[in-house]
């Protein structure tokens, strides 16, 4: 480009007013699908592809989570690069999710275009990367990929020059600050030079080292049978784990906050539903506003019968004053999230403020 090939080493800027990394509420609340609107936003652009029309995108429709975390993750990126010289700025483009009812896309035409159990109900999306040396971000392939005899090839062939790194790194670091981010699919050329870039970038403080180690970042440098091979030469493939609903009920205590209350402590009461034991929940939390989770004290943490239903419950305490601090006055409806095994799940509660 002519100019700087890094970033450069100092803290970004901070971000405010980003939309909500975190859906609050019921998992059905949470996992409704819903078309992706508005078309366009802070660092994003939902143009029509593959047979869409502006009226008629029918392969646009998200989990409500997703879209959030999607409209998070671009507007983050946007922000953190608006001052960048390394080349100007678009949004990114958008690509193929599912249809309105869950079907993978093109579907309704006698055409699905994705694997079975990819892009159905909701939790995919495949986005655009970042790109240079192009009018905007729009799906293109980013590099070489034809063979020797110039035949297509549906991968890179080498690394790919027109990719932007750091803006694809920086979006996939946002991406992973959500706690259900399954996996991030890139070309296998695209890899390694992301991979560089997140070390790039904790190095220079961009993005914090515990969460470059989480990043679930999938490729494959020859065919390894996974999936991620072909195909991903134009795009990157986001999954986002659904909620379960296992929770049977929710009772924080006390029912009615006093912010100016000198107390140490709220009282969580988790019951699940049959099948599923208190006693396996780990990395419980409470959802405070869009972005912040707040994680349980160590102790004290008990199983017993607290609304005496002869159901176990778990009982779990978090710290008053921060919870006080983060909350509206009035009725404000709190959710409570963690993990069984491998299944997240998420249930609410409506205690009132003063």
Partial sequence: ?????TPGAHPPKPCH????LLCAGSPAHCGELV?????AGPGYRNDPENGETWDDQYRSYLRRDLRQLVKYATAKVACLTADWETWP???????DMSEADGSIPGSSVGYPG???GTHEDGKDIDLAYYQLFAPDNAPRVIGDHYDGDGYEQWHLMAPPPALDVWRTALLIASLTEHPRLRVVGVDGQAGPLIEYAFDVLVDGEWIDAELRDRIPLAYEIVDEGRGWFLFHHHHLHVSLLPLADIVDEVDLDPDVLNTKSTGKTITAYLELKAGYDVEDV????LMLDGHTLLPALEAPRTVGDHDKDGVPDLMVKFDRQTVAGALSSGEVEVSLTGMVGPLHFQGTDTITVK
């Avoid at 007013?17 to 909500?20: E, F, Q």
């Fill in 89 to 95: 700025f678009e949004p990114l483009g958008l690509i």
């Fill in 1 to 5: 480009t002519g100019q700087g090939l």
């Fill in 17 to 20: 007013d980003l939309p909500d």
């Fill in 282 to 285: 780990n990395r419980i939390a």
């Fill in 35 to 39: 078309p992706f609107e508005p078309v």
């Fill in 114 to 116: 994705h694997p079975p």
